[in-house]
């Protein structure tokens, strides 16, 4: 269960304008398990597929130095976004206004970024991995935690079928609401 705040991550179902182009969303951290290192050759084949799509990330380049250094090399400056550490309310909007919510981390011992992106109604793919599963349920797609080439083929097949996709965004905005828990009823529970 989580005690997500869930009006921050109501969905509004935000999509980027037709001005702005369409991307994926990954609210993390700097740590290595976060597993940003998989973005890069998931978004290189995406592009290489003829998808225009970005990726943000709630991270600053100060952050992850190689990283950086590996967008500037892959030729991705334009397409990687260092958004910075975000408020409540900024994770919230990038998450709302993803196409595809990404979650390649190899190790999530809380999962508040699972139930925040099922609380913002998003499409969500995750790494295949049994703490992933237990909280995404049949909500998202699931992806080999050290393949590009699997993610990109996930996240794909989310923008190649909008049905489908909003479908996900829906059953994970469904599952968040039969889940979700106040603090204040997880701290009845834990007494």
Request: a negative charge; glycine letters at 8%.
């Amino acid at each position: 269960a989580s005690a997500v705040a869930q009006g921050a991550y109501a969905s509004n179902d935000s999509v980027p304008t037709a001005n702005e182009r369409p991307y994926l969303a990954y609210i993390t951290s700097a740590y290595p398990h976060k597993n940003h290192q998989v973005l890069l050759p998931m978004l290189s084949a995406l592009v290489s597929r003829g998808y225009d799509i970005g990726c943000k990330l709630s991270l600053g380049a100060e952050q992850v130095p190689q990283f950086a250094d590996e967008v500037r090399r892959l030729g991705l400056e334009g397409r990687v976004e260092f958004c910075g550490q975000l408020s409540i309310a900024g994770a919230a909007e990038l998450t709302r206004g993803a196409s595809v919510v990404v979650i390649p981390s190899k190790l999530e011992s809380f999962g508040i970024i699972y139930y925040e992106a099922m609380a913002a109604g998003r499409p969500i793919v995750a790494t295949d991995a049994s703490f992933s599963r237990e909280a995404l349920g049949d909500t998202a797609l699931y992806a080999d935690g050290d393949s590009g080439d699997a993610w990109a083929g996930r996240v794909a097949k989310l923008l190649d079928d909008a049905q489908f996709a909003r479908g996900l965004g829906e059953r994970a905005r469904n599952r968040f609401e039969r889940e979700h828990l106040a603090w204040s009823d997880i701290a009845s529970a834990y007494l």
